[in-house]
């Protein structure tokens, strides 16, 4: 074969490999963009729960120039505290006494000492720890000086991991039905997930309550997901 005929063969296969790959590589493009095309959208899952975690920590304090006198006086007041709830049927296993303190100083020439301390309750009767908080004039009738703001009531819900599954389930059930939405709006269709970022669970007081969720065992569990999902014509 001639050596002009060579170079014709070599321009023809040169062209046919221009024009195949050219079409290979638009319609990877056009498959690109189909992939891409996509909807962000969030799912949010609600349950309202109870408390099963009730926690009363009653704070008081004594304070004088003998420090034997304090720690008297503040010895009494736990045994009532202690023995208060004991009568509002707590066993000994639920009350505790976590925190104790001392400060002494001088006023002039005077000594002066202060004994803070606290008894705590722990227990998963709520409806018990809501009547014994009720009852809580009966310490003051005691003798036991509750500081102020030092005998609150916390709630918790402690089983929020048995809740966890079935909830983003349900956030992502949502998800779905808002890209549904949309798609539809769009004139296209849902496929799979592409990808998906679960929030975080908060827990706060139930719609009504007043305040935080540890001020009333009234709660509710919420759960936001986003998720993006592809779109199909």
Do not use: C, H
């Amino acid at each position: 074969m001639t050596k002009s005929g060579n170079w014709l063969i070599a321009a023809v296969i040169l062209a046919l490999g221009m024009i195949v790959g050219g079409y290979l590589l638009g319609d990877g493009l056009t498959r690109a963009n189909l992939s891409d095309r996509s909807v962000t959208v969030r799912g949010l899952a609600e349950r309202e729960v109870t408390a099963d975690l009730a926690t009363w920590t009653i704070r008081f304090t004594a304070q004088g120039n003998d420090f034997e006198t304090v720690k008297r006086q503040t010895g009494a007041m736990a045994n009532s505290a202690r023995m208060f709830l004991k009568e509002q049927g707590f066993a000994d296993a639920a009350i505790s006494a976590p925190e104790l303190s001392v400060n002494q100083w001088m006023n002039g020439t005077i000594p002066q000492v202060q004994i803070r301390q606290a008894i705590r309750l722990n227990t998963n009767d709520i409806a018990r720890a809501e009547k014994a908080y009720a009852a809580q004039g009966a310490l003051l009738d005691r003798g036991v000086a509750i500081e102020q703001g030092g005998a609150a009531m916390v709630y918790s819900f402690t089983r929020l991991t048995e809740l966890k599954p079935e909830m983003i389930a349900e956030a992502t059930k949502d998800a779905r039905a808002a890209a549904e939405q949309f798609a539809r709006d769009s004139g296209a269709s849902v496929g799979g997930i592409k990808s998906a970022r679960q929030g975080y669970f908060s827990i706060d007081a139930r719609d009504g309550a007043v305040g935080s969720s540890g001020d009333s065992p009234a709660q509710k569990v919420r759960v936001v997901t986003t998720v993006d999902f592809y779109l199909r014509d």
